[in-house]
């Protein structure tokens, strides 16, 4: 962390603070470093190659116009780098109301049309000149790759069903399923990992993070993944009408008939579902972790509806997959069994809030100790989730020392309600107002949790009218 403050200082002649962000699930590590020339995220990875193609990839795209975190400096040995300050609003958390219930709102459609719509320039202005020998690990998408993922899908998840298959003839269907991936040699570059948790919503644009994993490819690919994510819970008429987005925002750059895009979309459909699949299965049945077998029925659910016209250039596959989707235990939409923690944000006065889940318990803590930002009328319009309330409340280091002591309790009472096989606990931070200290302690405690847990976290900030999920 010292060595990214270094860099602030090289870069800009000040000193900076920094403050750990939420880890993302890889082995790359995030920070805020805050000081006088401003707010910029601090990345700290083991992988030299992987962070060389995301800062080369980066600085080409952001030659190109394109709406992504500009790399500002690089450590000499690249294992760190500084990049621009994007905020902390995710597409996955902007919509997370949608995705939970399935059904989205305006405003979440409208943020949905606008990140398929933006993708056809990244993948077409951001190929322009490219060198594609600085993607890693490889530079493009090739027969390989197509069979690492259908083999993925084979032995992690449809061996782990039980279900009897001739291995001979289902590689058959895989070898043609792979040709017809690759028929189309299109000089573009593909994401690999396009969906909503690669994207930052700032200023009501979205703009792309994490692409380090991409290369040249196919369009079908990205689009695919994106409308076809199995628990964004997409209803058939905001499918279609992404699609429709991107074929519109795709004429500047391709002609191409829309009949034939949804023609060849279906086969990458298929193809990334199975690739979902592998993972769910891996994860889940491999790795024992209960968040991905909840989520297969979602994957098979997508399957279905694809398999309502047969795949007829894959015969055995396309039998192999019916008998799949339609097994008893995939048939109903799995309970998600995790513990759940809601954390709210509240004000004394108001009163302590109630527990709905009938369990009782949990914990109150009391903020009003902390340094109040309330007292100061510069204050009084901003909260505890504004850059300038956060930079006052950890000024003097008073509420960070307050949350090491919060994370120390509430992590043993997760991990033991986790191995109790308990479903909620709720964490309630009060203060004065409800608007500034509760508020900035039950963030920073959800992110925690959410990085550190296999849970479910969601987050009510009572007196702001604020809930979300993570």
């Not at 069903?161 to 043609?176: A, H, V």
């Not at 499918?239 to 925002?249: H, N």
């Not at 299965?281 to 491999?286: A, E, L, P, S």
Request: hydrophobic share 40%; net charge negative; glycine share 8%.
């Amino acid at each position: 962390m010292q060595q990214l403050c270094d860099l602030y200082r090289k870069l800009t002649g000040t000193d900076a603070v920094a403050e750990p962000l939420p880890s993302s699930g890889s082995h790359r590590r995030y920070f805020r470093l805050s000081g006088p020339s401003g707010q910029m995220i601090g990345v700290i990875g083991t992988s030299v190659d992987e962070n060389k193609a995301f800062t080369g990839l980066d600085r080409h795209f952001a030659s190109k116009g394109l709406r992504v975190p500009k790399v500002l400096a690089i450590s000499e040995d690249h294992t760190r780098y500084l990049q621009e300050d994007l905020g902390n609003v995710l597409l996955f958390d902007a919509v997370a109301e949608g995705r939970e219930n399935g059904r989205y709102s305006p405003e979440e459609r409208e943020l949905l049309i606008k990140t398929i719509s933006s993708l056809p320039a990244l993948q077409f202005k951001g190929a322009e000149g490219l060198d594609w020998n600085i993607c890693w690990p490889e530079p493009a998408f090739d027969g390989r790759l197509v069979m690492f993922d259908l083999n993925y899908f084979k032995y992690c998840f449809l061996k782990a069903t039980g279900l009897e298959f001739d291995e001979i003839r289902l590689q058959d269907d895989f070898e043609k399923l792979r040709d017809d991936l690759l028929c189309d040699d299109t000089d573009t570059f593909m994401y690999r990992d396009f969906q909503s948790r690669n994207v930052m919503v700032k200023d009501g644009e979205p703009w792309f993070i994490d692409f380090q994993g991409g290369r040249r490819g196919p369009i079908w690919y990205d689009v695919a993944s994106f409308i076809w994510q199995a628990r964004a819970r997409y209803p058939e008429d905001l499918r279609e009408e992404m699609v429709a987005a991107y074929l519109e925002a795709l004429k500047p750059y391709m002609d191409i008939d829309p009949a034939r895009f949804r023609e060849r979309l279906r086969i990458f459909v298929l193809f990334r579902t199975l690739q979902v699949l592998g993972a769910y299965g891996f994860r889940g049945y491999f790795e024992k972790k209960p968040h991905f077998i909840a989520s297969v029925p979602y994957a098979l659910g997508n399957l279905r509806r694809l398999l309502r016209t047969p795949f007829e250039r894959y015969p055995y596959l396309n039998g192999l997959l019916l008998l799949l989707a339609n097994m008893p235990e995939f048939n109903t939409m799995a309970d998600d069994k995790r513990l759940e923690v809601r954390i709210f944000s509240f004000a004394y006065k108001k009163g302590i809030p109630a527990d709905t889940s009938g369990n009782g318990g949990g914990y109150v803590f009391d903020c009003r100790a902390i340094n109040n930002p309330g007292k100061f009328e510069r204050f009084r319009k901003f909260t505890g989730l504004d850059p300038e309330v956060i930079e006052y409340l950890e000024d003097d280091g008073g509420v960070l020392t307050f949350l090491d002591h919060v994370y120390a309790l509430v992590d043993a009472h997760a991990k033991r309600f986790i191995e109790r096989k308990f479903t909620h606990l709720q964490v309630c931070m009060g203060c004065t107002g409800g608007q500034h200290r509760s508020v900035y302690c039950a963030e920073h405690l959800a992110a925690h949790l959410a990085s550190k847990f296999d849970i479910k976290v969601v987050v009510n900030h009572r007196e702001l009218g604020i809930e979300k999920i993570l």
